[in-house]
């Protein structure tokens, strides 16, 4: 296989027309008038008529200066020979973010054409496909086009901004440094990393989309309301309705909406049903015209409050501020216990537990010395330095229990933990180290926090049925049973009816960790006959919406003439073709000196007679 690695080498072509214009036009004869005949010698017909075009006269010199210009070209144009077992292995990152979803097939078809492009004058190509998350798998690996072309059908851009660099590192380490990578977008880097090329179809697009959905009570009825926003630069109009489980469907409303503003959509969700959908008009870019929705309910937490009077206020503020609660009558049955300990009538705390000390002598001094909070995820981020305490009588503490604060050497807030055994399940109580009475901590918001997340983490890690609306990809963690006999669980992707499209089995354990479906629909998760999960899946990242940074952009042909060093060999007859040039020009050099030399025509004049 022939290439030239310097096609702009073809330009020198042009002097064959030159040559042949220049030989086309001839000059006229210069006349000298001679007495003899004889002294003339048989000269080349020429041109009486001055500088003209005329017919083309063969000659030495023409065909000369035709080889020079052929010689000079393919010297110019440096063609190189194809090495026999050369490949070019090229590497080809695709920006996985969900705007990419837009004009897929027509990044296809530019991807499969430019293949030719990418292969160069190597005998094989060899392709290595990436996303550009990090962690997924290779979309393909091989050198067929048409398995590349399937590769690129079955792959979904469904992720939120991401950071190529790791993709592109990992693509150079595949590829060498002789290989190409190319980084696949909609919004073009200035300067990619690791010598990346970029192939760009990116386009500014007018899109309306959902970003959100909240669904409450109000006045006795669950009322969802839809955030809508309009990412273009011009004012638009959209409808809206809703789909139903049964197949029905509302009447389409219209609304307007400003450039780059947000507006609220809200009705009451409907009656009976446990899923719907909001739709809008469709435009370019449909992820976010589809919003799936349930009516949210948490697990429910039970809870019994053992405190007495001297904590009653205390309890029913604290179960009231919780949602998804409801009391029970004894310890046996809550999932939460608020406890009061009492040093004189001392009663250790079964399951979980919030734990209060109860010292009525309220006689004590003021603690002193700094308050110090421990690394923990119950007191993150929160300010206790305006907290007082007064002295009070403490709970034994345990080796092995874990103190969130301290003042001085004193820990004024703990945490105990304790392992299942088999007549008793795990429990976890958090234990305040004295009497809130005899402190401020009821009017410190760190105090309330933290109470919210001990009670949220009991509610994560119980076994029970939740409903919730989730984003598409969003991490989900579920607790279920990892008892020897206990049953796999299914995640089961459901359409708005409840049929199942597709199944997925996990094998038990106590805590599952998984992610949202890709795709906005709707999602479900049993184990056995317990159902642990029923959820809306909804498309609603912002950045990927917003198109006003796309922009296109191709530099596959950037460094083309490097991969054409390292898989040709050069011409090595080039010093021949050289020599034969210079040989050509002194040939045509020497036929045109003579030509020069004769170029004079001598005519006699006419005979003379005698004297008379």
Not at 207 to 226: D, H, L, P, S, Y
Not at 556 to 569: F, I, K
């Amino acid at each position: 296989m022939l290439t030239l690695a310097n096609p702009a080498g073809l330009w020198a072509l042009l002097g064959i027309p030159a040559v042949l214009a220049i030989h086309f036009l001839q000059r006229q004869a210069v006349i000298l008038p001679m007495s003899t005949l004889f002294l003339l010698e048989k000269t080349q017909r020429e041109s009486a008529s001055g500088r003209r075009l005329d017919r083309l006269m063969n000659s030495v010199p023409l065909w000369m200066q035709l080889l020079g210009v052929l010689l000079l070209t393919w010297l110019l144009a440096e063609p190189r020979y194809q090495k026999p077992k050369s490949t070019q292995r090229v590497a080809i990152v695709l920006d996985s973010s969900a705007s990419m979803a837009v004009g897929k097939d027509k990044l296809k078809e530019k991807l499969v054409a430019s293949l030719p492009e990418l292969q160069g004058a190597a005998a094989a190509l060899e392709l290595t496909l990436l996303e550009s998350t990090p962690g997924k798998p290779r979309l393909y690996a091989g050198s067929s086009a048409e398995e590349f072309g399937l590769a690129l059908d079955a792959w979904k851009p469904r992720a939120g901004l991401t950071d190529p660099s790791y993709a592109l590192r990992l693509a150079r380490s595949l590829v060498s440094r002789d290989g190409i990578v190319v980084y696949v977008t909609d919004t073009p880097m200035e300067t990619p990393p690791f010598n990346a090329r970029v192939l760009s179809l990116g386009e500014k697009i007018e899109n309306v989309g959902f970003t959100g959905v909240t669904i409450g009570e109000k006045e006795g009825a669950v009322i969802w309301q839809a955030m809508v926003r309009n990412y273009g630069k011009d004012r638009t109009s959209r409808t809206w309705q809703l789909e139903l489980p049964g197949g029905g469907k509302t009447e389409p409303k219209s609304f307007e909406i400003d450039a780059g503003l947000m507006i609220t959509l809200q009705a009451a969700f409907p009656e009976g049903a446990q899923r719907a959908r909001l739709v809008l008009s469709a435009d370019a870019f449909t992820l976010d015209d589809s919003l799936p929705m349930v009516a949210p309910q948490p697990k429910s937490l039970a809870l019994f409050a053992a405190t007495g009077e001297a904590y009653e206020a205390l309890s029913t503020k604290l179960i009231r501020s919780l949602a998804a609660t409801h009391a029970v009558n004894d310890t046996a049955s809550a999932d939460l216990t608020i406890l009061s300990y009492d040093p004189l009538d001392p009663v250790s705390a079964t399951g979980n537990a919030v734990v209060f000390v109860r010292d009525d002598t309220r006689s004590g001094a003021y603690l002193k010395g700094g308050i110090i909070a421990e690394k923990h995820p119950l007191i993150d981020g929160l300010n206790w330095q305006s907290l007082l305490v007064r002295e009070a009588i403490q709970i034994q503490r345990r080796d092995s229990d874990t103190v969130l604060l301290w003042q001085g050497p004193r820990a004024l807030i703990f945490l105990r933990e304790t392992a299942a055994t088999a007549e008793t399940p795990a429990s976890r109580q958090l234990c305040f180290n004295f009497d809130l009475r005899l402190s401020n901590a009821s009017t410190q918001p760190a105090f309330i926090v933290m109470l919210h997340r001990f009670a949220e983490e009991l509610r994560a890690a119980k076994i029970a049925p939740a409903t919730e609306n989730l984003e598409t990809g969003q991490p989900v963690t579920l607790a279920a049973s990892a008892a020897k006999d206990a049953p796999e669980l299914k995640i089961e992707t459901v359409d708005l009816a409840g049929k199942v499209i597709s199944t997925e089995n996990l094998p038990a354990s106590a805590s599952v960790r998984l992610e949202a479906p890709l795709d906005s629909g709707f999602l479900r998760v049993r184990q056995g006959e317990t159902s642990l999960l029923e959820a809306s899946v909804y498309f609603a990242d912002t950045r990927e919406a917003d198109f006003r940074a796309c922009d296109p952009a191709n530099t596959l042909a950037q460094g083309s003439a490097a991969a054409v060093e390292r898989n040709t060999d050069e011409d090595q007859w080039w010093r021949a073709w050289f020599l034969l040039l210079l040989a050509a020009l002194l040939i045509s050099w020497h036929f045109t000196r003579e030509r020069e030399a004769r170029k004079a025509q001598v005519v006699p004049a006419p005979p003379q007679g005698n004297p008379a």
